[in-house]
């Protein structure tokens, strides 16, 4: 199984250990950690009391080639399995020096100082495992940065950690002490022998990181929702007002429908009025010995009348009486009519602009 896993995970390991190297290196963990200590400052006692619990780290020292306080520890081990545990080594089981790197190789520290080990060391690469140190102060505007590194044999390293193990202890990390009896706070441990377990608190950052995540993405969610909602209501207000729309085109196409009928119906009465009035003028002026067979009137407003009258020759000039008529003349000829002995005749003319004209409600 480990054969199949090495082409992937020495990669990986070659890539987290880049990232452990450029986040130490970074200002961001000096300001996470205060940023930590004043958020569990403002937690309940008993919350607080919890984390700074499972924060803590049981030391172990290395002294005289074994290890102190084995005994006691391995009783605590059983009522304490989730504190950490760290192993401290002596001063003079490590070798610091302090190394000097340009600023553009920031980020490949680590790889820079596993080809470059012989140069700081008197060993080479794969003879030691090794950390290093930054100091978050330092000027970053000067083209070179330096790092405290910290070298143990790793034939040491290795012997501790087999005794460790036939011991039935579990390190967690290798620290190791400076000249004045400080922690220098880093980690010895080959990379493929930590634990892979995390941490109470490592475990609660990433439980807090996937909650923020969760609600990015409901905040996201709620936000798409909130945007279809106003959507839904703003077509829903669309189609309402192009049903009002058609509603009120089709009252529109029925009250011109009805005015046009009503004009319709307010010029056949109107041309009705002025046919009588007409009627009643004709009558008036046509004598009594004329009798009216048949009497037209067209569009142009041109009379046409077929009569037969006693005095078919004087009916013209009886009949100028009547003002609305103009052009008054005979068509075709006069005949006599054997039947009634009296003269049948056609007669045309032009009606008066007031008779004939269209109204202003004529369509």
Not at 108 to 131: C, N
Not at 252 to 272: F, I, S
Not at 318 to 346: E, H
Request: hydrophobic fraction near 40%.
């Amino acid at each position: 199984m480990k054969a199949l896993q090495s082409p992937w995970l020495a990669p990986l390991q070659t890539t987290t250990a880049r990232f452990a190297q450029h986040w130490r290196a970074s200002r961001l963990p000096v300001f996470l950690h205060w940023w930590r200590r004043e958020l569990i400052a403002c937690l309940p006692r008993r919350w607080r009391e919890r984390l700074e619990s499972s924060n803590q780290e049981h030391l172990l020292h290395w002294h005289e080639g074994a290890l102190r306080h084995a005994a006691e520890y391995a009783d605590s081990t059983a009522t304490a399995p989730a504190r950490r545990q760290v192993l401290l080594m002596p001063c003079e089981q490590v070798l610091l020096s302090r190394v000097q790197l340009p600023l553009a190789a920031s980020a490949q520290a680590h790889a820079a100082l596993v080809f470059e080990m012989d140069k700081y060391t008197p060993f080479k690469a794969a003879q030691v495992y090794f950390d290093t140190l930054r100091d978050p102060r330092e000027d970053r505007t000067r083209p070179v940065f330096e790092l405290t590194l910290v070298v143990a044999l790793r034939e040491r390293i290795d012997a501790i950690l087999d005794e460790a193990a036939r011991s039935g202890l579990r390190i967690d990390a290798i620290d190791a002490l400076d000249r004045d009896g400080a922690r220098l706070h880093v980690n010895l441990l080959p990379t493929q022998r930590r634990p892979q377990e995390l941490h109470p608190a490592r475990r609660l950052r990433r439980r807090l990181i996937w909650l923020a995540a969760s609600l990015l993405l409901a905040a996201m969610l709620m936000w798409v929702h909130n945007r279809q909602l106003a959507l839904d209501a703003m077509n829903a207000e669309v189609a309402a007002l192009r049903n009002d729309t058609q509603q009120i085109q089709g009252l529109r196409q029925q009250l011109n429908e009805r005015l046009d009928t009503g004009r319709y119906v307010q010029t056949q009465k109107t041309l009705a009025l002025s046919r009588t009035a007409l009627l009643r003028e004709l009558t008036a002026c046509i004598p009594v010995d004329t009798w009216l067979e048949q009497l037209d009137i067209d569009a142009q407003g041109t009379l046409t009348l077929s009569a037969q009258s006693s005095q078919a020759g004087d009916l013209i000039g009886k009949m100028k009486t009547c003002t609305d008529l103009r052009n008054l003349q005979f068509q075709g000829v006069i005949q006599a009519d054997a039947s009634t002995g009296q003269d049948r005749l056609n007669l045309t003319a032009h009606l008066g602009e007031e008779r004939h004209a269209p109204t202003p409600d004529t369509p």
